[in-house]
């Protein structure tokens, strides 16, 4: 039978992930009690140093639809229906996401962060804690013991621990401790540091603010998304090696005057001088793990369970969904929300649902990973190349011929909720035919030259080759 005390759940990180992970937790009846090592960021008016601004998708769109919670973020989002490509002449090229008008969607990471605090606090279930550190978590008791901002420890049980306590999770590393975790760990030899390009004086964009755009440089980039009050956030992407090799001012304003000339009336080499020095230089990592769980007691989601670089801008899409795809899980094997199955589970069927979870969840997020490390080169690289763009071409005929048949990877991760590694295998079967067609295209051209220089030599008429 199921235990007759209420069920209770302990989410670590108060993030966007656990915010929203709690909405869900709350609505099922349970009693949620979230758990943040930093302060309340509705408290706080400054910026953490984590990036600003982010891409909203279909995949984190629906979760929060599914939460109930979309309304206020969809109002205060900023569309881009493209990349838009600096070059170093100063040109510029849009590059559409779609065919049919899809955009991403630049979001404040902050604002969004605290509607969902909001958004969670409002039901009677659940409690906010912040400034509380875990230190340990028994999983067999589920039982979890924090650090508090005054050095006092505080110790909990719950019915489920949910990690969502990002890149450096301790609840995996707890996790880890007791379970058969596969794990894997992987810096890349490059780094980031965010600028800003500010409002023109006359308080407009100083650039088009519906488009991401990319400064693209063969082995590094810079990109700059909208925000609200008419600035743009700047990250710049390039080996650790680039960084060390600016040491100084002037240093810095010759880089920028060589390889991103544009970008320097925008920013002024005051605010560049400025903030390259002064702000934190980000490393980049990736992480992979299975499985999310142990029985019924812990499970881990978002980038606690999987990082990713940012380059296809799916780490929060991808955690949100894994929200609604643990949601999903928990409805089939508890029962709908408002069901008495689920209000107070039987700790066989929780345990059968985090199994079921992180059977579906893996493979997709593990591709997904590998997906982000493949957008770097095509970003800094590939978009200024004509093979890619002929390809891009094609594919888009192609899709609006057979909408349901052929369909590019970007539109599969970003605009649908195709499991990514379905989407991943799509994408390689379709390369294939993409790489066949133009093989016999070539073939066919070499054929028609040969025949021609034959004609030529030995003084007969050319027949036409036909495909």
Known sequence: MADSKPFSVVIVGGGLVGSLQAIFCAKRGWKVDVYEARHDPRNDKTVSGRSINLALSVRGISALKAAGVEKHILENMIPMKGRLIHSKDGKLSSQPYGI??????????????????????????????????????????????????????LSVTASLVIGADGVHSRTRQQLMRKARIDFSQKYIDHAWVELTIPPTANGEYAMDAHHLHIWPRQTFMMIALPNLDKSFTVTLFMPQSKFDAIATEEDLKTFFRDTFPDSIPHMGEKLLVQEYFKNTKGSLAQIKCRPY???????????AAHAMVPFYGQ?????????????????????PVGSASSRNPNPVHVSAALDAYSAQRNPDVEAMCDLAMYNYVEMRSSVTKAGYLFRKTVEGWLHRLFPTTVIPLYTMVSFSRIPYSEALRRWKRQSSWFDTASLLGKTAVVASVSAAVFALVVGRPVVAFKK
């Open 293 to 303: 769980h142990y029985q019924d007691k812990v499970v881990i989601i978002g980038d």
């Open 315 to 335: 780490g929060m899409n991808c955690g949100m969904e894994d929200c609604l795809v643990l949601e999903e899980n928990l409805t089939t094997h508890l029962g």
């Open 100 to 153: 049919f008008g899809e955009c991403i969607n630049s979001v404040d990471r902050m604002a969004m962060n605290k509607h969902l605090l909001d958004s969670a606090e409002m039901f009677p279930n659940v409690t906010l804690h912040f400034n509380h550190e875990l230190l340990q978590c028994d999983l067999d008791s589920s039982h979890a013991t924090f650090k508090k901002k005054d050095g006092t420890n």
